[in-house]
């Protein structure tokens, strides 16, 4: 861990869905959804840390309403905790008619973000102000999603030793 603080800005990135990202159902695919949400969760990570940034880890996502084809999808990024070489950014998604105009919330995720240096070891991260006390409830939430991967990985290490 660095002893610099640079504060998180959120990044916002726009996809239309095309008829070839639709399921039988004719609604967007999830594994597509959570692949743009991936993609804008490691952007926003490498942009705030200046760093290659990969993931580690994806928390549980619920989708509410389905994405149609023709609507526009929004992803919003924000990192909301940071540890020493990793950290967590927060994922949201909403879907907008483009002729109503009608803008709906689907789903958010957690993403842990790994910084690896030239090596492909972990690096150093700076940490983030967390000032708010929605940036306070934030730094928790992803706390316990990042103790609760630790914890994953410690009893899936286990095992392999068994």
């Known amino acids: 861990m660095t002893n610099e603080i640079r504060p998180a800005v959120q990044l916002t990135m726009y996809e239309l869905v095309f008829p ?11 594994g597509r959804v959570v692949a743009l949400m991936d993609k804008c969760a490691g952007l926003c990570a490498s942009r705030w840390a200046r760093s290659v940034m990969v993931t580690a880890s994806i928390d549980a996502i619920q989708f509410g309403v389905p994405i149609k084809q023709g609507q526009m999808v929004e992803l919003s990024g924000d ?3 940071v540890g020493n070489t990793s950290c967590v950014v927060k994922t949201v998604v909403h879907s907008q008619d483009l002729v109503s105009g009608t803008r ?14 030239s090596d492909g070891k972990p690096a150093a991260l700076p940490q983030i102000p967390v000032e708010s006390d929605t940036a306070r409830r934030e730094w928790q939430t992803a706390r316990s ?8 990985r410690r009893q899936t290490e286990e095992h392999e030793t068994v």
């Open 20 to 30: 070839s990202d639709l399921n039988a159902h004719q609604t967007m695919f999830g």
């Open 145 to 152: 999603i990042k103790q609760a991967l630790l914890e994953r």
């Open 104 to 117: 709906r919330y689907c789903c958010q995720g957690y993403f842990t973000r790994v910084a690896i240096d």
């Open 79 to 81: 990192v909301v905790f």
